[in-house]
């Protein structure tokens, strides 16, 4: 069943939203493609009229770690924030291989760096172009365009002016048109009138949960035509003659356990696209990062300058909601990334044991029509190689980098790395747990292991409990697990008193197994009197690969060895013994 608000409602919504030129969330939930809601928001933010107090950090120069795309075109305000936001990424994609966004008589019909759009001064700033708001009279164009048929004023709602004419110019040329900017059409509460969008304004929905929603537009219940914000910017994009692979908004990670995040930023950046930064009540463009300091770089709307913010934080007080992102088809004669596994997905080395490398590969193919150059990305930790790789394929061709894994302990291990080209970028996750053997010996090495006092002629004994205590997954392969004691050794001075028996070379103790060992002291007739040790010493495969040296165990073995008494002193000590007995019973008797 929809979600809907009372009309009286709804505007009263959108009436504190749009105050003072901030746009806020408005509570419009409606029902999702999947059955989720989806929320409202009214993207429409006014420059404010103080820029020097208002504007984030303008950023003068990168430091020597930014990553950046340098084709991504500045503008002013130009009649909505997203449609302006809109225009300056489809200015980046005139500039870099889709050059049919924008055909107009300016620049040579190339979208300009700077200025792309003609403000709302009235008088449009020289060198601007249409690809934001069209305008009668203005870059070449002599019929109605956007600005005569939908605007009025800012936060004005409608009629729109063409209304009264009854004629509207058809969608063409510009972002505002596609995206809905600034139209009185739509009728979201469902209340008999319109309520949507006021100018200077553009309908945005998401999820309010960490899923990405596709391509959404309401039913056409809530008016014609249907479209919104994500939605207009396929549908410009289709009108050039560009296909599109993909199109949705997300909640950014600040707001949502598993949202959009800054990882997720640098990705799109890395694979040459700009995105839309949704704050609150406005829209901004993403054109590259600083992973050291989580700092994105955007170009806000309101001047020519590049600007910054921390991830996850505010811009000029309003708070990071979602980000809306756009993935074009490859342009004729372009190359195209593919790899495996595929953008977004793990290589996986498996469980590997403590002591050995295992190896996967990562494979790239050009499956575009033009050569592609990129590279292979270093490894870190745990991950090798260490160093990058160049690639360039000619269309069709492809190759593959193996990577390695040589874990340092027990436990899973991940690592994110990026292949960078000019027909795309892949984020592949490097994957592997390290496994392998545990002894536990009972009693622990460490303190002595005492075999007590033996008199000359006895032999003393304890016992020696080995265990293979892992619980680690083998993946249906003992050896990664199993536990070899490859050889046990007694030395020192009395190590021929000492000896070790139920011990095998090679011994191989599966997990969870363990056996039972008896060390012995041997006390020889007329062995000489007084303290003994000796150095027991154990080999594992532990921390190696399977029956390899790894880790030495050792132990020091006491013992005393005692004289045997002489006959007189044993009856005296028995004598001794009766009388104290004889002695206990006279005093039970009292």
């Known amino acids: 069943m929809r979600g809907r608000l009372c009309g009286w409602v709804l505007a009263a919504l959108v009436a504190v939203a749009l ?36 504007l984030g950090t303008t950023v003068e120069s990168y430091p020597q770690s930014a990553v950046t795309l340098s084709n991504v075109p500045t503008s002013t305000w130009t009649y909505g924030c997203s449609a302006t936001s809109a225009g300056m990424i489809f200015g980046y994609y005139d500039r870099t291989g889709y050059p049919n966004m924008y055909t107009g008589p300016t620049n040579g019909g190339v979208a300009p760096l700077t200025n792309l759009g003609q403000g709302i001064s009235g008088t449009p700033i020289s060198g601007s172009t249409s690809l934001i708001a069209t305008e009668n009279g203005f870059d070449g164009r002599i019929i109605p ?40 059409k739509w009728d979201y509460d469902e209340s008999g009138s319109k309520d949507s969008n006021v100018d200077g304004a553009t309908t945005l929905w998401t999820y309010d949960s960490a899923s990405k929603l596709y391509d959404y537009v309401p039913d ?22 560009y296909a599109v692979l993909s199109n949705y908004t997300q909640r950014t990670d600040n707001k949502v356990a598993g949202g959009f995040s800054f990882l997720d930023f640098q990705h799109e950046i890395d694979s040459g696209r700009p995105c839309m930064i949704q704050v609150t009540g406005h829209s901004m463009v993403g054109v590259g990062y600083n992973a050291p300091t989580n700092t994105i770089y955007l170009h806000d709307t309101w ?17 990071l909601q979602a980000m809306t992102v756009l993935v074009l088809a490859p342009s004729a004669g372009s190359p195209l990334l593919a790899t495996t596994p595929s953008d977004g997905g793990t290589l996986s080395l498996g469980y590997t044991r403590l002591g050995t490398t295992t190896s996967a590969s990562l494979a790239a193919e050009n499956a575009g029509t033009a050569i592609l150059t990129g590279t292979f990305p270093a490894a870190s930790g745990e991950f090798g190689p260490g160093t990058t790789s160049p690639i360039s394929l000619a269309p069709g061709e492809d190759t593959q980098r193996t990577y390695t894994y040589t874990p340092t302990a027990r436990g899973a291990d991940g690592l994110a790395v990026t292949l960078l080209s000019d027909g795309g970028s892949a984020l592949i996750t490097l994957a592997g747990q390290g496994v392998g053997p545990l002894l536990a010996a009972d009693p622990a090495p460490g303190p002595d292991l005492s075999l007590g006092m ?49 011990f095998s070379p090679n011994m191989v103790l599966h997990k969870g197994g363990s056996i039972g ?66 002695r206990r019973r006279r005093r039970s008797q009292r």
């Open 19 to 54: 105050v003072w030129g901030r746009s806020a969330t408005a509570q419009v939930i409606l029902p999702g493609p999947n059955g989720e809601p989806v929320e409202m928001m009214i993207m429409g933010m006014l420059p404010p009229s103080d820029l020097s107090q208002q």
């Open 145 to 184: 365009g956007h600005v005569d048929d939908y605007w009025i004023a800012y936060n004005s709602g409608g009629p729109d002016p063409w209304e009264a004419l009854g004629v509207e110019h058809a969608w063409a040329d510009c972002t505002a048109d596609f995206m809905g900017t600034n139209q009185w």
């Open 220 to 241: 056409a219940s809530y008016g014609l035509p249907r479209t919104a914000l994500c939605h207009g910017l396929r549908l410009f994009a289709e009108s050039r003659g």
């Open 303 to 319: 001047d020519n300058s590049v600007h910054s913010m921390t991830w996850g934080g505010s811009y000029s007080g309003m708070a």
């Open 454 to 502: 033996v008199f000359q002629g006895d032999v003393g004994s304890a016992l020696l409990t080995l265990t293979n205590a892992t619980t680690d997954p083998d993946g249906g392969d003992q050896t990664l697990t199993d536990l070899t004691v490859l050889w046990a050794t007694i030395g020192g001075t009395d190590a021929d008193l000492f000896s070790l028996v139920g």
């Open 517 to 582: 060992l008896t060390l012995c002291l041997t006390a020889p007739a007329g062995a000489p009197v007084g303290s003994k040790s000796a150095l027991l010493t154990f080999c594992t495969d532990e921390g190696a690969s399977y029956g390899s040296a790894g880790q030495l165990v050792e132990y020091r073995l006491t013992g005393f060895v005692a004289a045997v008494p002489e006959p007189a002193t044993l009856a005296l000590f028995a004598l001794g013994l009766l009388g104290a007995v004889a």
